[in-house]
């Protein structure tokens, strides 16, 4: 079974290979702007929640995909264009076949955009990723006295 730190791992090994995307980081929303600078085209996970059902974990991610607008505006709709097909591209990756048997994704809502959001004017798309895990952890296995 994956990981919390595995699956942040795979987000960001996507966002890095991903020619469109400049920079990956993992935090609360108000943390984009905070630890250092974003280096152009972004992609940002926000830890939602995990929960169990019977033997399936489920951790659920907002992933943020997003770049800068001029001052002026005029690239606005080209900036949610390009990172409307960037997150269409995670998304597909994320639901690759190789992938199937660690996990399997829910997306639980469409993808929605945002415009002149943190201090800089980012621009871009939120969507809602659930990673379905299988749980095969047995009694004899948990750790101990």
Same mark, same amino acid.
């Given at each position: 079974?994956?990981? +919390?730190?595995?699956?942040?791992?795979?987000?960001?090994?996507?966002? $890095?290979?991903?020619?469109?995307?400049?920079?990956?980081? %993992?935090?609360?929303?108000?943390?984009?702007?905070?630890?250092?600078?974003?280096?152009?085209?972004?992609?940002?996970?926000?830890?939602?929640?995990?929960?169990?059902?019977?033997?399936? +974990?489920?951790?659920?991610? $907002?992933?943020?995909?997003?770049? +800068?607008?001029?001052?002026?505006?005029?690239?606005?709709? @080209?900036?949610?264009?390009?990172?409307?097909?960037?997150?269409?591209?995670?998304?597909?990756?994320?639901?690759?076949?190789?992938?199937?048997?660690?996990? $399997?994704?829910?997306?639980?809502?469409?993808?929605?955009? %945002?415009? @002149?959001?943190?201090?800089?004017?980012? $621009?871009?798309?939120?969507?809602?990723?659930? %990673?379905?895990?299988?749980?095969?952890?047995?009694?004899? @296995?948990?750790?101990?006295?």
């Amino acid at each position: 079974m994956l990981t +919390l730190n595995q699956l942040i791992s795979k987000l960001e090994t996507i966002a $890095t290979n991903h020619k469109q995307i400049n920079d990956f980081g %993992f935090g609360d929303l108000w943390e984009v702007e905070q630890n250092r600078p974003l280096r152009g085209a972004a992609m940002w996970a926000v830890l939602r929640n995990a929960g169990r059902d019977g033997k399936i +974990l489920t951790i659920s991610f $907002t992933l943020v995909f997003m770049d +800068l607008v001029n001052p002026d505006e005029r690239n606005e709709t @080209e900036v949610l264009s390009d990172q409307l097909l960037t997150a269409t591209d995670v998304i597909t990756l994320l639901d690759d076949e190789i992938n199937a048997n660690d996990y $399997t994704i829910e997306l639980t809502s469409s993808l929605e955009p %945002f415009t @002149e959001r943190f201090s800089n004017e980012w $621009t871009g798309w939120t969507c809602d990723v659930t %990673f379905k895990l299988n749980y095969l952890s047995a009694l004899c @296995e948990v750790p101990t006295i």
